[in-house]
């Protein structure tokens, strides 16, 4: 198993454009969420997903956008970036709501 | 308001000494997970160890141990002669309700501290 998969892990954008972070996982898990981590702040939740076909909103969802059409993939979409979103985002998945959640390796992304 | 707190934004600790990371969360949910993970500088999250609210006995996995105190509402993590590999950021997470409950909005979902840094010196 490759665990949970992140591209890219480095991203430059510049305000306004709109890109997509992957993530993947081959484990067969239900449950999946997008963290960022912002320094001094931990980690906050945007969205998260209990299934396919099941997305919604975390503590920071403003300018992200979430779907899951498949079990294996979650992927983050930034609407219109701004340097507010300098970050690095995280990717989770777990078994169910009720297990540990398996992190990814993150994505730095950078807005100018 | 702060649902997870570290104090302490970072601790230095002695090759092969013993080091308690604090960690006190605040939640009015009988049924609670608490988490720990280990951030390295090359940026992963490492998952540590898990206590739930109604586990009788202190986690424990290898050298990490939790120190659970539920009515203190406290769950430091315990490392054990600390190596070199152990200096990272150490993040503790909660997670709120039950499969009970799963119906819940909030089920499933992690609260994190602001993590504290470990240094270990040889």
């Known amino acids: 198993n490759a665990g949970v998969t992140q591209t890219p892990k480095f991203q430059v954008l510049k305000t306004g454009q709109s890109m997509t972070l992957q993530c993947a996982q081959d484990m067969n898990h239900e449950y999946m969420s997008w963290y960022r981590q912002d320094p001094g702040m931990g980690l906050r939740l945007i969205h998260y997903?209990?299934?396919?076909?099941?997305?919604d909103q975390g503590e920071v969802p403003n300018g992200y956008n979430v779907s899951r059409s498949t079990t294996e993939d979650f992927p983050l979409r930034l609407l219109s970036a701004a340097p507010s979103q300098t970050s690095v985002y995280f990717c989770?998945?777990?078994?169910?709501?009720?297990?540990?959640?398996?992190f990814g390796p993150g994505t730095r992304l950078t807005v100018l | 308001a702060q649902k997870i707190t570290q104090t302490q934004p970072g601790m230095f600790v002695q090759e092969k000494e013993a080091v308690t990371l604090d960690c006190t969360y605040d939640?009015?949910?009988?049924?609670?997970?608490l988490f720990w993970y280990k951030q390295p500088s090359s940026g992963e999250m490492i998952f540590l160890i898990y206590?739930?609210?109604?586990?009788?006995q202190n986690a424990t996995e290898g050298r990490y141990s939790l120190n659970f105190q539920k009515a203190r509402k406290s769950a430091n993590l315990v490392i054990s002669a600390s190596q070199l590999g152990d200096s990272a950021m150490y993040f503790c997470?909660?997670?709120?309700?039950?499969?009970?409950?799963?119906?819940?909005?909030?089920?499933?979902?992690?609260?994190f501290g602001q993590g504290t840094i470990l240094t270990v010196h040889p």
């Open positions: 939640t009015s949910d009988p049924s609670y997970g």
């Open positions: 989770a998945s777990s078994y169910s709501r009720r297990d540990t959640q398996y």
């Open positions: 997470a909660m997670r709120e309700g039950s499969f009970f409950n799963a119906g819940g909005t909030s089920y499933g979902k992690l609260t």
């Open positions: 206590q739930g609210s109604y586990d009788q």
């Open positions: 997903s209990v299934g396919a076909g099941i997305t």
